[in-house]
């Protein structure tokens, strides 16, 4: 599985980004999907996640209410729409996918989003 992320940048606070993540390869076989960040000196957290089944979405409290992920099942596509973004979003983006069976991770590259104040 091959995850290709787009969409970073530079925003003010207060803005909008959208994050793209298309998945390739033997997609079939994932799971969820989901998008973490990692800011400078911090370790990398989770930002949100949906599952491939039924669509299931979670959130880290920090974004709950300005963040919204979504798919296009046939397009495998998943997006993370960034709203009221802040200084303290300022981070890299990897997109994530979890393959059941042999619980293995995937990981984007990353996308750099950057908040100014």
């Known amino acids: 599985v091959q995850l290709v992320e787009s969409g970073g940048g530079l925003v003010q606070a207060g803005g909008s980004l959208r994050l793209s993540c298309v998945a390739s390869g033997s997609t079939f076989r994932i799971n969820y999907m989901g998008w973490y960040r990692q800011a400078p000196g911090k370790q990398r957290e989770l930002v949100a996640a949906?599952?491939?089944?039924?669509?299931?979405?979670s959130y880290a409290y920090a974004v709950k209410g300005r963040f919204t992920i979504s798919r296009d099942k046939a397009q495998n596509t998943v997006y993370l729409q960034m709203n009221n973004l802040s200084p303290e979003d300022t981070a890299v983006y990897y997109c994530?996918?979890?393959?059941?069976?042999?619980?293995?991770?995937?990981w984007g590259q990353g996308t750099q989003v950057t908040v100014s104040s």
């Open positions: 994530h996918a979890h393959e059941g069976g042999v619980e293995y991770d995937y």
């Open positions: 949906i599952t491939s089944g039924d669509g299931t979405t």
